[in-house]
């Protein structure tokens, strides 16, 4: 290869096979190891992940999105699709995408006996709004790109008037 060549590949290739993975626990119920292979690319409108899944466990939790759209490529395994109050079973080859809005929250639950492989891959729009249907919580993020950027977490209820604390 030419040193053009190896440049333009360090930015632009990444291989979910031998990339370093991050394991991650958060409840009983979180168990999964990670890495983001768009992170160090100049990618700037689409985001992607591969994740690996524990038997019996999930990576997130029951969520949509009002802004990103997603797909999920299932590598490896078999588990479960919830989306939009449903079970749906899923496995290796199937390639599954979510439209952003309210109709279909979706999480991805690895029902198996085995490791559940999948690549997850969403477009990268901000602002962007989350809700998770189970605890009744929001999250609104904005500026991710930045170095201070705008995130808040809270359980939806009751609103403020416009002018609240305003002079």
């Not at 990670?34 to 994740?51: E, I, N, Q």
Request: glycine share 8%.
């Amino acid at each position: 290869m030419t040193d053009r060549s190896e440049m333009l590949k360090a930015q632009l290739v990444r291989n979910f096979d031998t990339i370093s993975l991050e394991h991650r626990t958060r409840t009983a119920s979180v168990d999964f190891h990670h890495a983001r292979l768009t992170d160090g690319t100049p990618a700037t409108k689409l985001g992607a992940a591969v994740l690996v899944v524990a038997p019996g466990k999930i990576a997130c939790p029951y969520h949509l999105h009002h802004a990103q759209e997603e797909m999920f490529v299932i590598l490896e395994g078999s588990g479960t699709l919830r989306v939009a109050g449903e079970h749906v079973p899923i496995g290796a080859g199937d390639v599954i995408t979510v439209p952003p809005g309210p109709d279909y929250p979706r999480q991805i639950i690895n029902t198996s006996d085995a490791p559940l492989k999948y690549l997850a891959i969403s477009t990268q729009d901000d602002p962007e709004i989350y809700e998770y249907p189970d605890s009744g919580k929001f999250m609104a993020e904005a500026g991710l790109a930045r170095e201070h950027p705008f995130e808040v977490i809270q359980r939806s209820g009751e609103s403020l008037d416009y002018w609240d604390g305003e002079p």
